[in-house]
């Protein structure tokens, strides 16, 4: 954003550059308030401005030390189950999908996190967003890879209020809470990223 910025006359050209990059890739983390800074500055697009104005204030609810989005579903082993069932363990949510490749890619990566940390003060919580039709296909898979974890399915796909709330716009999406339900990563690595293991190694137990 800064190399447009700093190398574009504000303008169309410049406006639909940072736009398109935004619409993606702004993300409640250390740097968005920054990157909302530069746009509003350069930006002459009323409609594409509020449109990113929008996308900021919901992420500046999901930052690092907030207080994160509650949700009671539907568990996989019978009745419903709820976020705050967790408090006073460090919370790693997987939102995933059948359909979804690099969903399915995670799997054993997600499945040997779950092993090499069983003793440790975490819960690992997937919650699918399949639609409706696609519950059955929802329960045979998790029976067929055998997966672990606390499996859940979303009350509405992708405009269950929890999904909307963190503003998840694609799949796989990971999130990292604090034992207090505090959000520490409203996008963490996923299970096949090495810095996962680092992450999780440098959580007070």
Known sequence: LSL???????G???????FDFLKYNLKADSYLEKAFAIFKEANSNVDNLANVTDRYNLLNTI???????????????GGTT??????GKYVYLDIWATWCGPSKREIPHLKKIEKDY???DIAIIS????????????????EEKELG???LIADNDWSSKFIKDYGIKGIPRFILLDKA???????APRPSDSYLRELFDGLEM
Do not use: C, T
Not at 4 to 10: A, G, R
Not at 181 to 187: F, Q, V
């Open 127 to 142: 919650i699918s967003i399949d639609v409706q039709n696609d519950y059955d296909k929802w329960r045979a898979m998790v």
């Open 149 to 151: 974890g606390v499996q």
């Open 118 to 120: 069983e003793d440790k």
């Open 12 to 18: 169309y050209a410049k406006d639909q550059i940072m």
């Open 4 to 10: 447009v910025n700093d190398n574009l006359p504000n």
């Open 181 to 187: 339900g505090n959000i520490l990563s409203s996008d």
């Open 82 to 87: 709820s976020l705050n069932e967790f408090e």
């Open 63 to 77: 930052v690092p030390g907030k207080k994160s989005p509650q949700f009671e579903y539907e568990n996989f082993k």
